[in-house]
């Protein structure tokens, strides 16, 4: 069964950088584009600090683990909601389409891997900081920015014309509207501040355009926190 919209709208999409592509269609995308933005940024970060943090501060090592987490944990939600949500309705409706779904799952199960070797070398470089385990954890940082973005470049290619010609904009909102449930208010504020960090002057102002006053306003709070955090970790 496939499902489309009467000639639907194609909506302005966002285009970050880094992004493989912004497909035409009814959804708007800019919660996933500057999701797997915020990824790829704070996967280069992230190897950075590491590869120039003092093995002595053991405060601001502490403080990029807990933030490493940060990263992890949105990721888990994002996959998640593609794993229950999206991918299963995709293979209902797109039979033909079963191969790119199927490699996209099997992206998520190698991106994992990554994910538990990341978070296992992170807790061994904080327990007890030298450059054998520097260069563990790099390694390591290495393969999840290089594995996960490989991924977001073909769900951006392949799966997001997939969502745009066969998941309807009312389902789209309701997998939005779950997936901030999950997150709780204190949460939801840092994920805000999280995904507006760093964004080029014209998408900025382009989501300034389009979302609604009260979630501008959230986010302009949140982001003067987290850029403050921020200047902290990357120093």
């Known amino acids: ?6 000639a639907p709208p194609n909506l302005p999409q966002i285009s970050l950088p880094g992004q493989a592509a912004a497909a035409p269609g009814p959804l708007d995308m800019a919660n996933m584009y500057l999701a797997h933005y915020g990824f790829r940024r704070d996967l280069g970060h992230l190897i950075t600090a590491i590869g120039r943090v003092r093995l002595g501060d ?5 403080a990029l683990r807990e933030h490493h987490a940060w990263v992890l944990f949105v990721l888990h939600h994002h996959h998640t909601a593609e794993d229950e949500t999206v991918w299963p309705r995709l293979r209902e409706r797109v039979p033909q389409a079963i191969g790119t779904i199927d490699a996209l799952e099997a992206e998520h199960e190698a991106c994992d891997h990554w994910i538990r070797e990341s978070t296992d070398a992170f807790q061994a470089f ?7 385990r520097r260069e563990r954890l790099m390694a390591a940082l290495r393969a999840l920015a290089d594995t996960l973005g490989a991924h977001l ?5 392949d799966g997001i014309p997939l969502m745009m010609a066969h998941i309807t904009p009312e389902e789209d909102a309701e997998g939005h509207k779950t997936i901030m449930k999950q997150y709780g208010f204190r949460k939801l504020i840092r994920l805000l501040g999280w995904i507006t960090s760093e964004l080029p002057a014209e998408v900025e102002a382009h989501l300034r355009r389009t ?7 959230l986010s302009t709070l949140a982001g003067g926190r987290y850029r403050r955090r921020a200047a902290y ?3």
């Open 126 to 132: 904080g327990t007890g900081p030298s450059e054998q």
């Open 1 to 6: 069964m496939t499902m489309r919209t009467a």
């Open 211 to 217: 979302s609604p006053r009260p979630m501008v306003l």
């Open 153 to 157: 470049a073909h769900e951006e290619t």
């Open 233 to 235: 970790l990357w120093g």
């Open 58 to 62: 053991r405060r601001r090592i502490t």
